[in-house]
């Protein structure tokens, strides 16, 4: 992460005397756990925020004091106290609520998985999902999709069908300073890890108005996403087919999933 303050997908300035800087760091901690660090100790928590090591020590034992940290003296991880903050979100936000029951729609008579995705600074976040459940029974296996994994994943924007539809929603300005502030890890041998060709793609999606993504993010895994607009024409979201490449072929998918997601995005504009 190696930043001071944490991304938020609404996050706004404000003045220097309103800002707590110490809550500020508190939440940059605990953002510096992810699925690549599950376990961090001080030192590893100090690199991934740019705070002094004696810093993110206290700020992981307060945060274990308070009950959102769990520890074993030496590392310290991420404890379910946590998703009371998911679960309210989930809970009050309208966005998650509206895109529901089309994606339980879509899933249902299709049997494929469907998720509705927000951008958040480097990653996307999975703010409704349907299918996967259903694709896990079908396909007899017990490993879900990493696409899909569950309701909050984080998922890097750049590897993402999804991810290069909602950047290809920002301005010029906005997405030079989105390039400039970015590392394009390579994920599969597909991923686009070269600025160029990632700009040329996000370029595409904006002209076509939807972005197919083939195996970038996990091997044997595609997916087709379409922008969400609200009635003001504003992309507020993205929503997403994502169908193993051994049951479809990209070409496939393209032509019998995009009208079913266009068909949906109109169908939700009004409600967003």
């Keep these: 992460m190696n930043q001071n303050t944490p991304s938020s997908a609404s996050s706004q300035v404000i003045a220097s005397a309103d800002l707590i800087v110490g809550m500020v760091k508190g939440m940059a901690v605990l953002e510096s756990f992810d699925t690549e660090r599950q376990r961090l100790n001080a030192t590893q928590a100090a690199q991934r925020t740019g705070i002094t090591r004696a810093a993110a020590r206290r700020h992981m034992l307060t945060l274990a004091s308070l009950g959102y940290l769990e520890t074993d003296g030496r590392y310290f991880w991420l404890s379910s106290k ?19 029951p089309t994606l339980i729609r879509l899933s249902a008579a299709t049997r494929e998985s469907f998720s509705a995705v ?9 703010v409704a999902r349907s299918g996967d459940e259903l694709r896990q029974h079908l396909l007899g296996t017990d490993r879900l999709m990493a696409y899909g994994l569950h309701l909050g994943a984080r998922l890097p924007a750049h590897a993402t069908s999804t991810g290069q539809m909602l950047l290809a929603a920002k301005t010029r300005a906005e997405l030079a300073s989105w390039f400039k502030q970015r590392v394009l890890t390579r994920l599969t041998a597909y991923t686009l890890t070269d600025s160029r060709a990632l700009r040329e793609r996000v370029a595409q999606a904006a002209r076509d108005d939807y972005c197919l993504a083939v195996q970038e993010h996990e091997l044997g895994v595609q997916a087709l996403a379409v922008p969400l607009r609200n009635a003001q024409g504003q992309v507020v979201a993205a929503l997403n087919m994502v169908v193993p490449t051994r049951q479809r072929t990209p070409e496939s998918l393209l032509r019998e999933g995009l009208p079913l997601l266009q068909a949906a995005a109109g169908e939700l504009r009004g409600m967003l």
């Design 82 to 100: 946590v998703l009371r903050f998911s679960g309210s979100y989930l809970a009050s936000a309208r966005l998650p609520r509206v895109l529901q």
């Design 118 to 126: 927000v951008l958040d600074g480097g990653e996307v976040v999975i």
